[in-house]
């Protein structure tokens, strides 16, 4: 993140545009001192509203500082009826519009797409409902995650797990990925998707299965039949409890056997095969799986071994953090877009956390951000 106020300011710049949806002979309380409270209480460690009630009210003094809060704090139902009835696409465009004058991405950096459910935005009996008869699915939300820079530089949010086909062309349009690597997981091998991401000036590498049949088949052949002799490389790793070794292939795209009437995969270049051994010693089960994937790079077996594992940070990085240390799979803000604004907040105040170079505990940093004016101001950049 950028030095001293910037990040505070970009917040402001970049949530100023949006919308307050309240009339406004009863907009008692400012939209942006809303939000700001709820970054800072969310930063501290307190998710339910309640929590950010209190936190602001004890902390009044001190969020004075930065805005008037003329009327004092808002109570809970206030700040959920409010948050929930912010348009959560424009929130989504603030939220990116604030990465985007936060950081800068280095030339080449790794993009990371995979979506994530809001397990409990939905209740089970809804979720257990046909959608004919009223009916509803948890929220899905799109996300974008650079392990490099360990920030979330956007999200989309979609109805249905499905629906991501359609929310990461929208969620590419929304972000500057101009000389990015974007990697997806098999859902996101289409066409478009492909076109979308050459049409950003950026590079791709996605997993490749059944739902591209023809391609998926013509990968397989090329490597089962080839008598050129691929890039190779093999990589090993043990921890929890596991044992993988990862054997990589990589062939030019030129091996597809309908190479020569051409390719409607735009840039494409290369196809890569992963075999992977995953040997559980306490079961001495041994798993055996291969994938396969493209990408519009060139480049030598190790680097693409190295970059198809990289993919799965998102899980470990990105949604273990939301869902264990934020507690967002347990959250139940249903109310209207309360669910999906407020994962927002969380992301916000998790790339601050993330962009805090002490080593220590996202956790830790979340209560001596609760316990010290000053180390919160440290967190958000003041």
């Not at 004092?72 to 604030?98: K, Q, Y």
């Not at 499905?162 to 000389?179: H, Q, R």
């Not at 798993?287 to 970059?307: C, D, H, P, V």
């Not at 799979?329 to 999906?340: E, F, L, M, P, V």
Request: hydrophobic share 40%; glycine share 6%; net charge neutral.
């Amino acid at each position: 993140m950028k030095e001293d106020r910037v990040v505070f300011r970009s917040l402001i710049d970049s949530f100023a545009p949006l919308e307050d949806p309240r009339i406004d002979r009863k907009k008692l309380y400012p939209l942006m001192e809303i939000v700001f409270l709820s970054v800072c209480a969310v930063l501290s460690g307190f998710e339910e509203w309640d929590e950010v009630v209190d936190f602001g009210e004890e902390k009044l003094t001190w969020l004075r500082k930065y805005l008037p809060y003329v009327h004092g704090i808002p109570s809970h139902d206030t700040m959920n009826r409010v948050i929930s009835l912010v348009d959560d696409r424009a929130f989504e465009r603030c939220f990116i519009d604030w990465v985007e004058m936060s950081i800068s991405l280095p030339e080449g950096v790794v993009i990371h797409l995979d979506g994530k459910a809001l397990g409990r935005s939905a209740t089970i009996k809804q979720q257990q409902t046909l959608r004919s008869k009223g009916g509803k699915g948890a929220i899905q939300v799109l996300h974008a995650w650079c392990s490099e820079l360990q920030v979330c530089l956007g999200q989309y949010k979609t109805e249905t797990k499905s629906n991501e086909i359609k929310a990461i062309p929208a969620l590419l349009d929304m972000m500057e990925v101009s000389g990015c690597l974007v990697t997806i997981d098999a859902m996101g091998c289409q066409k478009a998707i492909v076109d979308k991401i050459m049409m950003k000036q950026a590079d791709y590498l996605i997993g490749l299965k059944s739902n591209q049949e023809s391609l998926s088949l013509a990968a397989f052949t090329a490597f089962d039949e080839t008598t050129a002799n691929p890039h190779t490389d093999t990589q090993a790793d043990q921890n929890h409890g596991r044992k993988e070794v990862r054997n990589c292939r990589v062939l030019p795209a030129t091996a597809l056997p309908e190479w020569g009437n051409g390719t409607d995969w735009k840039g494409l270049k290369t196809l890569i095969e992963i075999r992977s051994e995953r040997y559980v010693m306490a079961s001495g089960i041994l798993e055996k799986e291969t994938r396969y994937y493209i990408s519009s790079l060139m480049g030598e077996a190790a680097a693409f071994n190295r970059l198809v594992r990289s993919h799965w940070c998102i899980e470990n990085q990105l949604h273990w953090s939301l869902d264990v240390q934020f507690g967002e799979d347990d959250s139940r803000k249903r109310t209207r877009n309360a669910a999906q604004n407020f994962s927002t907040i969380r992301k916000i105040a998790l790339n601050l956390i993330k962009a805090n170079p002490e080593k220590i505990s996202v956790n830790r940093k979340r209560n001596k951000c609760a316990m010290s004016d000053s180390y919160r101001e440290k967190m958000l950049g003041f």
